[in-house]
T-cell receptor, first 115, second 111 residues
Framework: KAGVTQTPRYLIKTRGQQVTLSCSPISGHRSVSWYQQTPGQGLQFLFEYFSETQRNKGNFPGRFSGRQFSNSRSEMNVSTLELGDSALYLC??????????????FGPGTRLLVL | TQLLEQSPQFLSIQEGENLTVYCNSSSVFSSLQWYRQEPGEGPVLLVTVVTGGEVKKLKRLTFQFGDARKDSSLHITAAQPGDTGLYLCAGEAGNTGKLIFGQGTTLQVKP
């Protein structure tokens, strides 16, 4: 069974631009969560989608948004990029909504560099 | 705000040594997970502990969840170079499904 795939793997943008990252979950998984990982802040939860609905949201500004499609694939968008948005963006999928120890499987991440 | 403090942040040891990584919080978590992340990859789940006082073993790795479900530890016996990586603990906030991650412990095992 193929794992979680994320595209692109690497991305360079300049301040003020916007970016869209894509995540394809493991086949049959309906929940997709997004995380930001930086050396200073570690791994921080962005949001979770289940059946095309946002179920949970972390403490990030409105410039960070996401959506999930009917085939469970998910995209996240960051508008008006700032230097501090440089990070590894990780996507994780699970069979059902996260909680009660539901296992999440992480993709390899998209490394975003904002210049 | 629930926080998880991991210690130590960095650990460099020789092959064959034992080590313990700690994950502490003032908050109660409904479950706690340990992950290992290698460069260029996403975190991989090692174990989930749910019950206070629970101990789980995975080959040379022993995981313990504190009685009050506020802390956890990971003990590695006879570390090997293949154990090198970033170890992350993550607690589930209530039953919300939101995972709160510790800052991570970077482990280097030298041959």
């Amino acid at each position: 069974k193929a794992g979680v795939t994320q595209t692109p793997r690497y991305l360079i943008k300049t301040r003020g631009q916007q970016v869209t990252l894509s995540c394809s979950p493991i086949s049959g998984h309906r929940s997709v969560s997004w995380y930001q990982q930086t050396p200073g802040q570690g791994l921080q939860f962005l949001f979770e989608y289940f059946s095309e609905t946002q179920r949970n949201k972390g403490n990030f500004p409105g410039r960070f948004s996401g959506r999930q499609f009917s085939n469970s694939r998910s995209e996240m968008n960051v508008s008006t990029l700032e230097l501090g948005d440089s990070a590894l963006y990780l996507c994780a999928s699970s069979l059902a909504v996260t909680g009660a120890g539901e296992t999440q499987y992480f993709g390899p991440g998209t490394r975003l560099l904002v210049l | 705000t629930q926080l998880l403090e991991q210690s130590p942040q960095f650990l460099s040891i020789q092959e064959g040594e034992n080590l313990t990584v700690y994950c502490n919080s003032s908050s109660v978590f409904s479950s706690l997970q340990w992950y290992r992340q290698e460069p260029g990859e996403g975190p991989v789940l090692l174990v989930t502990v749910v019950t206070g006082g629970e101990v789980k073993k995975l080959k040379r790795l022993t995981f313990q969840f504190g009685d009050a479900r506020k802390d956890s530890s990971l003990h590695i016996t006879a570390a090997q170079p293949g154990d090198t990586g970033l170890y992350l603990c993550a607690g589930e906030a209530g039953n919300t499904g939101k995972l709160i991650f510790g800052q991570g412990t970077t482990l280097q095992v030298k041959p």
